[in-house]
C-alpha cells in the first residue's frame, strides 16, 4: 500500500472524533418487523443491526442490539461472559437446499454449515464523552470463500480454504467517538444495500442475486458516521475499492444518507464511487481494473405494526482500463415481512435483475440485456430466543426468448428451476 493511502486513512481516523453506539449483528435482525429509526422497544429493522442502521446508532437504542434480539420470548443466553464493555458470542448457521446458485447457495443437496460465526466487539458509548472500541469478527463455513478478501490479487484471509470449506476474517476494525460523530478504520462490512452476509440480518436463507453479484460485501479503509438529526444519518469515507485485503487494491468513495421521512417511511441512499479492484475478473476475461460507479435506493415502509414493506433499486456500472464494460446491472428488490406472533413470520421476496450481455457475465456475448427473476416465499419459526429456523421455497426464471448464458451460470437447470431449502441458525 501506497505511504500516501495510508496517511490518508490516518489523517481520516486522527482528524474526525467519533459518534453514537453501534452493535453489528449481535442478535437477530430478522424477526422483529419495524421502520429504520423506530423505537428500540418496537424491535428493529429486517436488515438487521449493524454500523449502517440508524436505528442501532441513535441515541434511543442504549440497551443495543441483545434487548432487540429477544422479543416475548425471554433473553438469549451467552455461551461467554464476556469482561464489562466487551461483548463476545456467535452463532451456528446450518441449511440444505436442492438447487445450486450464485448466491451462497454452492453445494446442494448436502447438510452444510455456512457460518460457524464468532465476534469480538466493544461497541463505543459517547454519552459520557470521548470513546474507542473494535471489533473483530471471524467465520468457519461454506460462506467463508465468498466473504474474504476476494477482490484483491493477495487478499489477507483469501487462501485460508479447506477443500468446500474455508475460513475468513471478514471485519477487523477500530472505532472511536464522541458527541453525534464517529468514525471506523480498518476492514468492515459494507453500507450497502439492504441484505448482508450475516445470516442474522436476513429474514430469507437465500440471497437476492443482487446483493450477491453487483454489490460489495465488505471495505477496507475508514468510514465516518455522523447523527444528524432523530432521523438523519450520514455516511462518508475513503476505501481501498471493494472485497479487498489491507493492500493497494482501489481508491473510491463510500458514503450516504438515511432519512426518516415519516414515522413510517425511511428512504437510504448508499452509493461507492472509483477504482473498486484490480483482480475481480482476471479469471474470467483477463481484465486487471474496474472502475466506475453504484448505488443502492432503499424505502422502507410500515405498512402497519405487523407489515412491513421494502423496495430498493441497485444500478452498477464499471469499465476495464481501457473503458470497456466490466459490468453493467441494473435492479430492482421488493420485500413483504409480516410478523403473526413473537413465534412466526412470514415472507416474501420478488427479484428483477437486468445484466448488459456484454458484461463479464457473458464473456462478451453480444449487444442487449438479459433479465432474470426470482420469486421466493419462506416462513420464520423461532421457538426460542437463540434459535430461528427459516423453510423456504424460489423460483427463478430468464425472460422469454433471452440467451440462456446468463441462467446457466446463475443456476443449475437452465432457463427456470425450483429450490426448496431450510436452515436454523442458534446464537450464542
Known amino acids: ?41 418496537f424491535g428493529h429493522p429486517l436488515r438487521g443491526c449493524d454500523s449502517s442502521d440508524p436505528s442501532c446508532d441513535a441515541a434511543s437504542c442504549d440497551g443495543g442490539c441483545d434487548s432487540l434480539a429477544a422479543g416475548g420470548l425471554g433473553d438469549p443466553w ?27 447457495f454452492g453445494y446442494p443437496d448436502q447438510v452444510q454449515l455456512h457460518q460457524g460465526w464468532l465476534y469480538a466487539e466493544k461497541s463505543i458509548d459517547t454519552s459520557n464523552g470521548f470513546d474507542i472500541g473494535g471489533r473483530l469478527d471471524y467465520l468457519y463455513g461454506t460462506d467463508a470463500q465468498d466473504t474474504q478478501a476476494f477482490g484483491t490479487n493477495r487478499g489477507w484471509d483469501n487462501g485460508w480454504d479447506n477443500g468446500q470449506y474455508g475460513h475468513a476474517l471478514p471485519q477487523a476494525y477500530l472505532e472511536a467517538g464522541y458527541g453525534d460523530l ?6 468492515f462490512f459494507t453500507i450497502i444495500g439492504w441484505e448482508v452476509v450475516q445470516a442474522t440480518g436476513n429474514f430469507f436463507y437465500s440471497h437476492a442475486y443482487t446483493m450477491y453479484n453487483s454489490e460489495p460485501f465488505t471495505h477496507t479503509g475508514a468510514l465516518a458516521t455522523y447523527q444528524a438529526g432523530e432521523s438523519t444519518t450520514l455516511w462518508g469515507g475513503y476505501v481501498l475499492g471493494w472485497d479487498g485485503g489491507f493492500d493497494d487494491n482501489g481508491d473510491a468513495f463510500l458514503g450516504g444518507i438515511s432519512q426518516g421521512l415519516t414515522d413510517d417511511l425511511t428512504v437510504i441512499y448508499a452509493t461507492t464511487i472509483g477504482r473498486f479492484g484490480e483482480s475481480r475478473f482476471a479469471d474470467s476475461r483477463g481484465v486487471g481494473f474496474e ?57 416474501s421476496r420478488f427479484e428483477w435483475w437486468s445484466v448488459s450481455k456484454d458484461s463479464a457475465f457473458f464473456a462478451d456475448a453480444g449487444p442487449g440485456r438479459s433479465d432474470v427473476y426470482a420469486l421466493t416465499g419462506g416462513v420464520n419459526y423461532r421457538p426460542m430466543a437463540n434459535l430461528v429456523i427459516r423453510p423456504e421455497v424460489r423460483y427463478d426464471w430468464v425472460r422469454e426468448g433471452d440467451d440462456a448464458a446468463l441462467a446457466g451460470d446463475l443456476f443449475e437447470d437452465g432457463r427456470d428451476q425450483f429450490t426448496f431449502g431450510i436452515d436454523s441458525i442458534f446464537l450464542f
Not at 464517529?182 to 476492514?187: A, E, I, R, T
Request: glycine fraction near 10%; include cysteine; charge should be negative.
Open 1 to 41: 500500500m501506497k505511504l500516501s493511502k495510508l496517511a490518508m486513512i490516518a489523517a481520516i481516523a486522527c482528524g474526525v472524533p467519533v459518534g453514537k453506539a453501534s452493535a453489528e449483528q449481535n442478535g437477530f435482525g430478522i424477526f422483529p418487523v419495524s421502520h429504520l429509526g423506530a423505537d428500540c422497544d
Open 78 to 104: 451467552k455461551l461467554f461472559s464476556a469482561p464489562e464493555g466487551w461483548d463476545v458470542g456467535g452463532w451456528a448457521n446450518v441449511g440444505y437446499h436442492t438447487a445450486s446458485m450464485r448466491n451462497f
Open 182 to 187: 464517529s468514525v471506523k478504520v480498518g476492514h
Open 291 to 347: 472502475k466506475g460507479y453504484m448505488h443502492s435506493l432503499i424505502a422502507d415502509y410500515a405498512v402497519t405494526e405487523n407489515l412491513q414493506y421494502i423496495i430498493q433499486n441497485d444500478v452498477l456500472n464499471t469499465t476495464t482500463e481501457g473503458d470497456v464494460t466490466a459490468r453493467d446491472t441494473y435492479g430492482i428488490n421488493q420485500y413483504l415481512i409480516y410478523t403473526l406472533n413473537d413465534n412466526w413470520s412470514l415472507g
